[in-house]
Structures are given as structure tokens and as C-alpha cells.
């Protein structure tokens, strides 16, 4: 094969899973860095765990993390169409073609009876794979079952794909991430390709379709190597050409278990509502199996696609560290230029009349709030008296600050002064100067001063740099606010 053509095959059982993404961009990276072609194929065969709305959110996260594909259900491409339950009429002739091989065979046991083997199975305490016993059904015997109304499965001959086209039970392949992998296929068991309603499984559907998508390369996740075993036979039954594996190490939580929700977010939509920016996120989980080799971690995609190398994928498994992400988030929205960051805030303040903003007035608060920010959704709660002519006055505001007499005749000076001044920057900043020198000749401490005014203005003893503050919400807001806080 000469051109390099990789896929991302999620099922749409949820939403795009940050582990999917991962894959996702994996696969996009080798596809840049080879010139080669990204296909996006929807794996829908298990009808009742599929949904319109999770096939909605795996396009969403994927376009939001820019992982655009060349192929797939939406644009189409050369090979379509890209959605398998849409490919359902493609797969009986490679069903009938490994029939006529020999390569497959119709079973026709009841659950009841394959539960029967298995219980027994594990009586025996082996572990179970199918017994063969409709391998070598005569006509009579097919023709005696189907009159009962029995209705076949088809199951792939895997002792006699693995005698055709290798000297023992072991099946070798070289993976591009873990190296030299094997397997006794004796204990894959004859499985079943398609079931006795027509549909195709897994192992089957996938391999058809990476065989007619001219697929390259299959870079997916570890859990999927003893499938791949099954899928060579496959592909070497069927005469195909056999892509290239790589398998990916596991994304663990910090406790070494399955990443799941008890954890944290765990799909792609998520992280994005919670406020992380998808360029930080892409960042991190690059981090997760691959190294920078000039050890710098923050990078771009771009600037990963130029380093990636799919040998240096680490085939251990990779924990993922939420405070690591939160770190990167802050760093990425920190390098943010102003007027994306504006925009990219507003979805976090729709609870408040940001109209009441002119356009430099909002600028002026995302630069002075956006220091502290972990996730982008952490301005909701940073900027809530920005807003309204009243403001809420926490009850440590007012206790610890606000009740004092310090406090109270600082405001009552504040108010006596400003009705006079100009409400710039410049001007605030100069006239606060002498207020603040007024006071620690008094000796007040300067900023025993200014918690009493920013407990007044904003009814919080910590935030933002409070000349901005006064210069924002203006003379009259301010002046009204301190007035209030006298007694
Ligand atoms: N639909 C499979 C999954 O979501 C794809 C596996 C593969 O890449 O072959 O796990």
C-alpha cells in the first residue's frame, strides 16, 4: 500500500470519550505527518446502544478539537458510505466468500445450547471457546435443522484460517507501538461474523471495511489486541492485504483504575462545558503516550505533528492526571489573545447583562480577572458585581471588614473625596495614591484602606485590581455602593 490511509472508528454508544480523542488524534497526526488521508467511520452495528444524539456529539467534539477528517458520513469520499449500518448490503458476499472458502462455517446452536458449553466450560475450569460442533454439518443435517426453524449464524474457521497460512497455532504480528506480539489461536474459539439475523459483528463489519477503505494503518487501544488476531485471519482468508497495527497503551485515573465518571469529566463535550479549552486539552492528551523529544510539553498540534513519530508512542499505559490538565488550561488561557478570550468567556456570562458593558469596559475586566482562571468557566463566579447597581456583600466582607470603625470612616472620607473626581485610570490612580498616604499618616495601613473600599464596591475582600474596578463600574455605581456600606 502506498498511500498511508488511517481511520478513528468510534461506536456511538456516548459521547466522544477524551480516550477516543486521544485516538483520534493519533491517527490525525500520522495521517499530517504522512501526507496521507484521516477517514471517519461510524461504527453503528449494535442498533440498540446507537443514538443520533451521540453520533451529533462524536462530529461535535471531533470538529471543536479540529481533528478534521478527509472521509466520512457527512462529506463522504471515495469509499462510502462511511456509516456501517448504511453498509449493511456490502457484507453477506465476503460472508458467502469465506462460506465458499471454507473459511466459515453456519452454526446453528440455541443460546440454550452454546450457555449449555459454556456452563460445562467452566465446570471443567477451562475457559470456554466453541466447540466446532456444526463445523462439519452435512446438507441433510442443515437442511433437518432449518425445517425445525432453526436459523444459522455464521462463524469464521479460525484453526483453519491459522493452518493455511501459518506452520503452528501461533499468530505473530509486529505491532508499531508495542513491537512483536503472539498468540495461540487456539484459544480465540470460532466466533461469530454474522449473526442469525443477517447483522454483521464487530470483527467482521471492521475488518470488510478497513479492507474496502484501503485502510493503511490501525492505531486504536490496547483493549483491541486480541480482536486483532482474529481480524488478520481475516484479512488473510479473504486474500486481503493486511494493514499495519499500532495499539496504544491504557488512560488510567490517578487511582490505576478505569478512567470513568467517578473521576471526573470523561467525554470530550464535557471538559468543554466545564470550561477547558480544546487546544489545551488536545495538549494533554498528545502527553499521554507520546514524549516532545526537546522535552518542551506545550505544545500546538502543528508543532506535534512536526516531532510525531509513531515508534515513540509509549506502549504503557498513561495516567491521566486532572491537575496537570487544569495547569495546562490555566497556561493556555493565560496565552489567550484578549479578544478570542472575550469571546470565548461569553458563554460563562449569561447570567449576567454583559450590555451593560461597553466593549472597553469588558475588556478592561477580562484583563484584570483572567489571571486566576483554571477553566474558563471560573469567570461566572470571579465578576458578579461588574453587574447591577447592588452588589451581594459576603458575610465575612462584612463582618471582618465593613463593621469596623476603621472601615466605616474610610468610606465616609472615600465619599467626601470622590464626588470630585474624574473617574479614569490615570485619575483613580493618582487621587487613591494620597487617599491611601492620608490614611497611613494615620497610620492605617494602605491596605487596610482599600479592603475597606473594595468590600464596599465589589462585597468581597480579595479580587482584581481594585483602581480598574472603580474606573469600570464608574462614579455613580461606586459612590452609590460605598454610601450603602456606611451605617
Ligand atoms: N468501534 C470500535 C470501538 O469503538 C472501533 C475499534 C477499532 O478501531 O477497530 O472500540
Known amino acids: 500500500m502506498t498511500e498511508v490511509r488511517v481511520r478513528i472508528a468510534p461506536s456511538p454508544s456516548g459521547n466522544l470519550h477524551i480516550g477516543t480523542a486521544r485516538t483520534a488524534l493519533f491517527n490525525y497526526l500520522f495521517a499530517k505527518k504522512n501526507n496521507g488521508k484521516f477517514v471517519l467511520r461510524i461504527e453503528d452495528t449494535d442498533a440498540e446502544r446507537t443514538s443520533q444524539e451521540y453520533i451529533d456529539n462524536i462530529f461535535d467534539s471531533l470538529k471543536a478539537l479540529g481533528l478534521n477528517w478527509d472521509e466520512g458520513p457527512d462529506i463522504g469520499g471515495p469509499y462510502g458510505p462511511y456509516t456501517q449500518s448504511e453498509r449493511f448490503d456490502i457484507y453477506p458476499k465476503y460472508v458467502q466468500e469465506l462460506l465458499d472458502k471454507g473459511f466459515a462455517y453456519e452454526c446453528f446452536c440455541t443460546p440454550e445450547e452454546l450457555e449449555a458449553e459454556k456452563q460445562e466450560a467452566a465446570q471443567n475450569k477451562k475457559p470456554y471457546v466453541y466447540t466446532k460442533k456444526c463445523e462439519n454439518l452435512t446438507e441433510e443435517e442443515k437442511e ?39 498468540m495461540n489461536t487456539d484459544l480465540l474459539g470460532d466466533f461469530v461474523i454474522m449473526k442469525s439475523n443477517g447483522s454483521p459483528t464487530y470483527n467482521f463489519a471492521v475488518v470488510i471495511d478497513d479492507m474496502l477503505m484501503k485502510i493503511s494503518h490501525v492505531i486504536r ?34 487511582d490505576r483504575s478505569k478512567l470513568s465518571k467517578r473521576h471526573g469529566a470523561t467525554a470530550v463535550s464535557e471538559f ?73 468567556l461569553k458563554p460563562y456570562l449569561t447570567k449576567y447583562n454583559l450590555s451593560e458593558l461597553s466593549d472597553a469596559q469588558y475588556t478592561r475586566m477580562v484583563e484584570i480577572t483572567r489571571e486566576p482562571l483554571t477553566l474558563l468557566s471560573d469567570i461566572t463566579d470571579a465578576v458578579p458585581y461588574f453587574f447591577g447597581k447592588d452588589v451581594e456583600i459576603d458575610p465575612k466582607a462584612q463582618a471582618d471588614v465593613l463593621d469596623t470603625d476603621v472601615s466605616q470612616d474610610v468610606l465616609k472620607e ?74
Not at 150 to 162: G, L, T
Not at 224 to 252: C, D, W, Y
Not at 449 to 455: D, I, L
Open 144 to 182: 433437518k435443522l432449518r425445517a425445525e426453524g432453526r436459523k444459522p449464524a455464521v462463524r469464521f474457521n479460525i484453526s483453519k484460517a491459522q493452518k493455511a497460512f501459518h506452520d503452528s497455532s501461533m499468530l505473530y504480528f509486529d505491532d508499531l507501538v508495542k513491537g512483536q506480539l503472539h
Open 221 to 254: 487501544g490496547e483493549d483491541h489486541i486480541s480482536n486483532t488476531f482474529k481480524q488478520i485471519l481475516i484479512f488473510e482468508a479473504l486474500g486481503a492485504e493486511v494493514p499495519r497495527f499500532g495499539h496504544l497503551g491504557m488512560i488510567l485515573a490517578p
Open 272 to 344: 468543554v462545558e466545564k470550561g477547558y479549552l480544546t487546544e489545551a486539552l488536545l495538549n494533554f492528551v498528545a502527553l499521554l503516550g507520546w514524549s516532545p523529544s526537546d522535552g518542551q510539553e506545550i505544545k500546538s498540534v502543528d508543532e506535534i505533528a512536526q516531532d510525531f513519530r509513531i515508534g515513540d508512542l509509549s506502549s504503557s499505559n498513561s495516567i491521566f492526571e486532572y491537575d496537570k490538565l487544569n495547569w495546562m488550561n490555566s497556561h493556555y488561557i493565560k496565552m489567550l489573545d484578549i479578544a478570542d478570550l472575550k469571546e470565548r
Open 414 to 487: 472615600f465619599v467626601n473625596r470622590a464626588e470630585n473626581w474624574e473617574f479614569t485610570e490615570e485619575n483613580l490612580h493618582e487621587k487613591l495614591e494620597e487617599f491611601r498616604a492620608y490614611y497611613k499618616e494615620k497610620g492605617i495601613k494602605p491596605k487596610v484602606t482599600m479592603w475597606a473600599v473594595r468590600a464596599a464596591v465589589t462585597g468581597r475582600t480579595c479580587g482584581a485590581d481594585m483602581t480598574a474596578i472603580l474606573a469600570i463600574l464608574g462614579k455613580e455605581t461606586s459612590l452609590y455602593r460605598v454610601k450603602k456600606a456606611i451605617k
